[in-house]
């Protein structure tokens, strides 16, 4: 089987929401699973400190 850059989740544009991704959580390596709830709190906390001010 033949990867392309295309294949990689790195290739795939970031989306503007990064809770869009939950539904394909399970289907990425624990690594990619790892990274995407980073991004996912990252998000959540900027939200949270806008928010506030």
């Known amino acids: 089987m033949d990867v392309t850059p295309a294949d990689l989740p790195a290739a795939r ?6 809770l869009e991704r939950l539904g ?3 289907e990425l390596p624990l690594a ?3 990274a995407v709830f980073d991004a996912i709190h ?4 900027a939200r949270l400190r806008s928010a506030e001010s």
């Not at 544009?13 to 990064?18: G, Q, T, V």
């Not at 990252?42 to 906390?45: D, E």
């Open 13 to 18: 544009p970031a989306a503007a929401d990064p």
């Open 24 to 26: 394909e959580i399970d």
């Open 32 to 34: 990619d699973q790892v």
């Open 42 to 45: 990252s998000h959540l906390s």
